[in-house]
């Protein structure tokens, strides 16, 4: 059975960095790309980033652009998404997903059940 | 591709039809393999997404033939045919023809 595992969200403040992990198991994960994605208290879903199989081509939204970074461990099957500067605005559970095929551009079959994220001082 | 569904809220009787409608801001329909790269996702409170639908129409493995999903380009819409106690989440459509994926703001479902 496919499972991921997401942890490292915590109370940060403004300004601050937290890294989260994402543990898989069940499939293949090298041959898959990774994807984030945040839901903020009461809102809906928003597509943060997503790495290719290899790590060699990562994606962001506008809204974390050049302050987080995703990356992943194929030896280690996890991938994580590094937080810095974050603001009150990231604040939000937040999701790793796998896409149904093995390419970036394919619907997320598979959900971790998420870790929450609150910045706040 | 900014993605827009209505309604935002639905209220269905038990037994009757509940139909979401999304629509895309661009195409999203490759035309080289002609498929809409389009997703339908439920939520249920305190829980993580779960896909219903991909390729606009193709219903995932363990997903009841009650839904469906139909459209092209950049209409499409999700089709519950006999509303059930358990449909009661709140649904979003998926764009992944393109970074940034994107999502609709999503339609609350209730039962009336």
């Known amino acids: 059975e496919v499972h991921l595992l997401e942890s490292g969200g915590d109370f940060v403040q403004p300004g601050g960095s937290l890294r989260l992990s994402c543990a898989t198991s069940?499939?293949?994960?090298?041959?898959?790309?990774m994807s984030w994605v945040r839901q903020a208290p009461g809102k809906g879903l928003e597509w943060v980033s997503s790495?290719?199989?290899?790590?060699?081509?990562?994606y962001y939204a506008d809204s974390v652009k050049g302050r987080y970074t995703i990356s992943r461990d194929n030896a280690k099957n996890t991938a994580f998404l590094q937080m810095n500067s974050v603001r009150a605005e990231d604040t939000a559970t937040y999701y790793c997903?796998?896409?149904?095929?093995?390419?970036?551009?394919?619907?997320?079959?598979?959900w971790g059940q998420g870790t929450t994220v609150t910045v706040s001082s | 591709i900014v993605m827009t569904q209505s309604p935002d809220s639905l209220a269905v009787s038990l037994g009757e039809r509940a139909t979401i409608n999304c629509k895309s801001s661009q195409s999203v329909l490759y035309n080289s393999n002609n498929k809409n790269y389009l997703g339908w996702y439920q939520q249920k409170p305190g829980q993580p997404p779960k896909l219903l639908i991909y390729?606009?129409?193709f219903r995932e493995s363990g997903v009841p033939d009650r839904f469906s999903g139909s459209g092209s380009e950049t209409d499409f819409t999700l089709t519950i045919s006999s509303l059930q106690a358990e449909d009661v989440a709140v649904y979003y459509c998926?764009?992944?023809?393109?970074?940034?994926?994107?999502f609709g703001q999503g339609t609350k479902l209730e039962i009336k």
């Open positions: 390729w606009a129409s």
């Open positions: 997903a796998k896409p149904k095929g093995d390419g970036a551009y394919y619907a997320m079959d598979v």
């Open positions: 790495t290719s199989a290899s790590g060699d081509n990562t």
């Open positions: 069940g499939f293949t994960f090298s041959n898959y790309a």
């Open positions: 998926q764009q992944y023809y393109k970074t940034p994926q994107t």
